[in-house]
């Protein structure tokens, strides 16, 4: 059954409070609770059905206003009760059974490990009591928790701990309040043996904030990283947003089963310990600042998304757009400003352009669902956050600024939607967003095409941009969408022209606005070789095609001063070369790179003013998926042999240069330097590793292997085992031998070890991967378990993935299939590799959906497969 949008009504009733308590037992656990509530005059007076949501548990009893409730009171619906007319105000009293302990979906409240946690975004509070389980429903919350006391010392939930006790048995108790209103899926609640982290943080009004981070004992001395990326949150959102932490406590729960990356429970985040605990000898950089953006995107939701949240789940991207923008401005502020920008367009390009083109593709504000959990995707966290990022751009920061000052004051303590966001924004900037708003409605990413013509001697450039979107399914005709182009004119000396545009002096630097399908723009009093620098930045979430040689490209990969765009002129540059040995390859002709690609990275080798971490990203050859989105068919076997084909050019052209480059460097860094400087040091180094590697000379080999034994950081190791991953050779394997077995009792690492056995590109790996799932240090019910290896193969290796034989697909189909039965969730996101089948050749579309098909026709199949599988062959 699908849920549209349009459909949506206000609750009938409101719950203002509830107090509930639940009893932890091995065998049941019971859920007590008690709602204050009152019909909600925005939808009507008189009598009402009130409707309360619950799954997968036992209804023991209903006491309304102080009268057992008997059958005939109320009524069974599928996924919920209803109590019919309730006119005023109530208190209803439900007492419930449910048992954690089997609870392998992971939503609602579960035991994960030797501990009990729960998650309830979107919709698993509904899993833990009967209750109206919709964002727009917020409740002051008083919970009550009692549990062995040996073995469940902590008791955690949102809020302040009013009351701690004694009970018989060996039994204790803890009450939690809550001041603030919430909707139920910032409910949370933790009872474990745990140990803490804790340290404090002064509000600049003088609010002193304990903070605490909790983890399974052996953890402990891995969180000093959180909490700093925690505390530098906190400061960074009261000077850029004004926003200040409203409770006295702060707690971070890091759990090892998890569906997704953390949850942002009003005062009692949870999170994947993979994005909490790190230290030098186990985590790399990489994960030092994945830790550092999420610690910092679930903080900053207590404002854009606790103290004002959403009004129904079509409108998540309110929350997740703008807190996503929140966290990659925090990580550009704290670390490259340009290496962040080419990171997010990277992830944007790699995995949204696709969804946004393939049967799963919906807009940022989806108008139907079945499965809200399917929708907490790339298009609603990137592309929410690149459509927030332009109305940054579109008003500049400082009436930006005015509109979050407007949005807070309107909407403090609501439930809203986007249309209420981007009212805000209009009102306080008296910029119409209008048409601007079909960011919000429209799927498909759209294609800018610019050309332009130079005259001698008039001394003007005059560009023609014009935009489409393709179909998507369910909306066949586009609407044109408002592009803001950020431009420059690169001189022939290599610097920015001032600009005159349409007559107007418009600085150096111009946002030019395409709103319409086409538009012309004039540049006067260009000099002659003035090259356009387009889309800086990355200002829209846009595929341009612009009018560029080969020679303007290398131009402005050498010249540019925009980070986004010099990177992106490489990368286009080396994309067409690449496609070009592809081409060749299929045609049966001899292939090699184009020189000019040869020269364009000897350049950037040379460019003494590059941050080694900007060069490091300058230097990376566009990836297989990148590559294959760029042509009509997807090639597997020719893109990853071209791309092999010129990385091994590169790293043998260029050998000395590499050379020099990575002795210089290795003297230069202490492993445990970890400022972004050092960081983005070891990044080059190990980038020139892997051009070493890839020349195949016993030199490049040696390196590795010995960059592994001295295992001066994980960064260097895993880097060096990367590099070596796709050769069949000794030092290969003797390094993965000995990193398993160094590092086989840390599940975290581990999984690292996993995803390299399941990503290299060489033959057997899919048998290999089957192995492994018998290994005993593989649990098949976990998440990050699973991720790492199974989702290591399905999206790190194209190449096996592919396999023509089918063979991958067919294997993924088991998966998809067996985990469904466990966790819907996670089964639905590995799930979705397949539905991209339109992208390859017959045969491979053919074997692809095959594995489809045979998924929807498991007849138990959960909700969540259902929808993408279904969408998938439709
Ligand atoms: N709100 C969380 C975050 O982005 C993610 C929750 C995901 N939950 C889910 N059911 N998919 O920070
Ligand atoms: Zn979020």
């Not at 409740?139 to 949102?158: F, G």
Request: proline share 5%.
């Amino acid at each position: 059954s699908t849920i549209f949008l349009k459909d949506y009504t206000p609750p009938t009733h409101l719950i203002d409070t509830i107090e509930l308590t639940v009893r932890l037992n091995d065998d049941v656990t019971t859920v007590s609770s008690r709602l204050v509530g009152r019909r909600n005059p925005a939808s009507g007076s008189g009598p009402a059905d009130l409707y309360l949501d619950g799954e997968d548990q036992e209804l023991v009893s209903l006491t309304l206003d102080g009268r057992t409730l008997e059958k005939g009171d109320w009524r069974q619906k599928p996924e919920g009760i209803v109590v019919p007319g309730i006119a005023g105000d109530f208190t209803l009293e439900v007492e419930g059974r449910i048992k954690p302990q089997d609870n392998t979906r992971l939503e609602g409240l579960y035991k994960a490990g030797g501990m009990y946690c729960t998650q309830c975004e979107a919709e698993g509070f509904r899993r833990i009591t009967y209750f109206p389980d919709r964002p727009d429903v917020m409740a002051v919350y008083t919970v009550r928790i009692e549990a062995d006391k040996a073995r469940y010392p902590v008791l955690l939930s949102n809020g302040n701990r009013i009351e701690t006790g004694d009970l018989e048995e060996g039994r204790h108790y803890a009450v939690w309040h809550d001041p603030f209103r919430k909707p139920a899926y910032l409910f949370a609640m933790v009872a474990g043996d745990l140990m803490v982290d804790r340290d404090s943080f002064t509000t600049r009004s003088g609010r002193e904030v304990a903070l605490e981070i909790y983890v399974e004992p052996g953890n402990e001395g891995r969180t000093g990283h959180a909490m700093d990326s925690l505390k530098r949150s906190m400061a960074w959102d009261e000077e850029v947003y004004g926003f200040e932490y409203d409770l006295d406590i702060f707690m971070i729960v890091a759990v090892s089963s998890f569906n997704m990356g953390a949850m942002e429970n009003k005062g009692l985040n949870i999170f994947n310990d993979k994005f909490i605990l790190a230290d030098l000898s186990t985590a790399t950089d990489a994960d030092f600042q994945r830790i550092e953006a999420i610690v910092a995107h679930e903080y900053f939701h207590n404002w854009t998304g606790n103290r004002i949240t959403c009004r129904d789940w079509f409108q998540l991207s309110l929350k997740e757009g703008l807190t996503v923008f929140r966290d990659q401005e925090f990580s550009a502020d704290t670390h490259d400003r340009g290496v962040k920008r080419v990171g997010d367009v990277r992830l944007l390009r790699a995995a949204q352009f696709p969804e946004d083109g393939g049967p799963t593709a919906h807009p940022v504000r989806p108008d139907s669902y079945i499965e809200i959990n399917n929708f907490y995707t790339v298009t609603v966290y990137e592309k929410g956050a690149e459509v927030v990022r332009m109305i940054h751009s579109l008003l500049g920061a400082e009436a930006y600024r005015k509109g979050i000052d407007l949005y807070v004051e309107r909407h403090d303590g609501q439930a809203v939607t986007c249309d209420d966001f981007v009212a805000a924004m209009q009102d306080a900037s008296g910029i119409d967003l209008t048409r601007f708003k079909r960011w919000y409605a429209q799927a498909g990413t759209p294609r800018v095409s610019a050309d332009w013509r130079y005259d001698e001697a008039a001394r003007t450039l005059t560009l023609d941009l014009a935009q489409t979107t393709d179909p998507t399914p369910g909306q066949p005709d586009k609407q044109p969408v408002v592009i803001p182009l950020r431009t420059a004119l690169i001189g022939e000396n290599g610097q920015r022209l001032p600009l005159t545009v349409d007559g107007e002096e418009s600085g150096d630097e111009t946002v030019l606005v395409l709103d319409e399908a086409e538009r012309r723009v004039t540049f006067s009093d260009v000099p002659k070789g003035a090259v356009p620098s387009l889309l800086r930045g990355f200002s829209a979430p846009v595929k341009l095609d612009a009018a560029w040689s080969d020679a303007d490209l290398g131009f402005l990969a050498a010249t540019d001063d925009d980070p986004f765009s010099r990177w992106e002129a490489l990368q286009t540059l080396a994309t067409r070369a690449i496609l070009a040995m592809v081409e060749a390859k299929r045609a049966g002709r001899p292939m090699s790179l184009d020189a000019a690609v040869v020269s364009a990275v000897r350049d950037g080798l040379e460019d003494a003013r590059l941050e080694p971490a900007f060069l490091a990203e300058l230097l990376a050859l566009p990836g297989e998926s990148m590559l294959g989105q760029a042509m009509d068919v997807w090639h597997v076997d020719a893109v990853h042999e071209a791309r092999e084909d010129a990385i091994w050019t590169l790293g043998d052209t260029l050998f000395d240069t590499w050379l020099a480059l990575y002795d210089r460097l290795s003297g230069e860094t202490a492993a445990d330097d970890l400022s972004t400087a050092a960081m983005g040091r070891r990044a080059l180094r190990n980038r020139a590793l892997q051009f070493l590697v890839s020349s195949g000379r016993p030199e490049g080999l040696a390196r590795a292997a010995a960059q592994v034994q001295a295992a001066a950081s994980m960064t260097d190791v895993m880097s060096a085992l990367a590099a070596l991953n796709d050769t069949d050779c000794p030092e290969r394997t003797e390094a993965l031998q000995a990193f398993h077995d160094r590092w086989q009792d840390n599940p975290l690492v581990l999984d690292k070890w996993f995803t390299l056995e399941a990503s290299s590109a060489l033959p057997g790996t899919l048998d290999r991967v089957k192995e492994l799932q018998s290994h005993p240090r593989f649990d098949p019910k976990n998440p990050n378990r699973i991720r790492a290896l199974v989702g290591g193969f399905t999206m790190g290796n194209p190449v096996r993935f592919h396999a023509s034989d089918g063979s991958g697909y067919a294997f993924l189909a088991d998966e998809v299939l067996r985990i469904d039965q466990l966790n819907p969730q996670i089964a639905s996101r590995l799930c979705q590799p397949l539905v991209r089948w339109r992208r390859f050749d017959g045969e491979r579309a053919k074997a692809m959906t095959g594995a489809l098909r045979r998924i929807v026709e498991q007849p138990t199949l959960s909700k969540d497969v259902f929808e993408i599988a279904s969408k998938g062959l439709s």
